[in-house]
């Protein structure tokens, strides 16, 4: 697929609404209180139906919230959303560019390359007056079952980042790959706690801090509540500022994967080619959890 497209805006939805399949991901951390579900079917993209991140995981790790399914898995909830292989999917979600990510990360790695991020959101749908629906989605069926496809290499393990910090720590930080934490920036320092409790704050050896909301803006005055992804340019600069390497490669990280997935599209999209991109699934819950890890603090 053209990497011209793995970011669509509504417009281009509203006139090519009928040849896509439609995802809202919607998701908040649970001290929020968003009933994702209940949002969903009071206002939706029509034709869409609810891709629950809390629900399509590895529900073998009960420790971690929303892991990576297994292919099977996968596939039978793209068989319930009469989601085929081939199929060109859309993905978007209440909060602009957020964990619709994580589920765009989700169909990469399972080898899905039809699949888009709608920039801006529901809130760029309905800024643009286009209408949207309520209610549960007309059932949908597929006419044969859905393949997924894992892709090596999209998706870092604990016992892998355990070994990239080694080689972090062995060239302070000049060889291997960087880790790139999108959590805000006092909880990679250690200032301020996780929102887990008895969780540690705090961060991983060498690892660069890029809080996910430095990739996106609010780029139309007229409408300050929409996040949309910053352009290619700005998001270079972003990462550069930071400290990041964009010829290097990079791993990204946050509290749970979820955001972590803003930066690995955000740097897709900023032209880093996907093959030096990997996204910690585990992230800082896997991390923290184990207690073996090296956590660094900067208080």
């Not at 801006?120 to 949908?140: D, I, R, S, V, Y």
């Not at 705090?202 to 910053?230: N, R, W």
Request: charged residues 20%; aromatic residues 10%; contains cysteine.
């Amino acid at each position: 697929m053209d990497s011209g497209n793995w970011l669509v805006s509504a417009p281009w939805l509203h006139d090519n609404l009928r040849g896509v399949k439609v995802l809202d991901c919607s998701w908040y951390l649970p001290f929020m209180n968003r009933n994702t579900k209940s949002e969903f079917l009071n206002a939706h993209i029509p034709g869409a139906q609810f891709f629950d991140i809390d629900g399509i995981k590895d529900l073998t790790k009960a420790d971690l919230p929303h892991m990576l399914p297994p292919p099977e898995s996968f596939g039978l909830s793209m068989d319930k959303f009469g989601i085929a292989d081939g199929d060109h999917v859309v993905v978007y979600d209440t909060a602009g560019v957020g964990p619709a990510c994580r589920v765009f990360w989700t169909f990469r790695a399972m080898g899905h390359n039809k699949v888009s991020v709608l920039n801006g959101g529901l809130p760029a749908w309905t800024a643009q007056g286009f209408k949207t629906e309520m209610g549960e989605p007309e059932p949908a069926t597929n006419k044969e079952k859905y393949m997924a496809r894992p892709v090596d290499g999209l998706v870092c393990d604990y016992t892998t980042i355990v070994k990239i910090i080694g080689e972090l720590k062995a060239s302070a930080g000049a060889n291997g790959k960087q880790i790139v934490d999108a959590r805000p920036h006092d909880r990679f320092t250690g200032k301020a706690p996780e929102f887990r409790p008895g969780l540690s704050s705090g961060h991983m050896p060498y690892a660069i801090s890029v809080p996910f909301t430095k990739v996106t803006e609010a780029a139309d005055p007229a409408h300050p509540q929409v996040a949309t992804l910053k352009t290619p340019a700005a998001i270079c600069k972003t990462f550069e500022a930071a400290g990041v390497d964009l010829n290097r490669p990079i791993v990204t990280s946050c509290g749970s994967g979820v955001t972590a997935a803003v930066l690995y599209f955000a740097l897709l999209n900023a032209g880093v080619s996907e093959q030096n991109l990997t996204l910690y699934d585990g992230s800082w819950t896997e991390y923290a959890l184990n207690p073996y890890s090296e956590i660094v603090k900067d208080e």
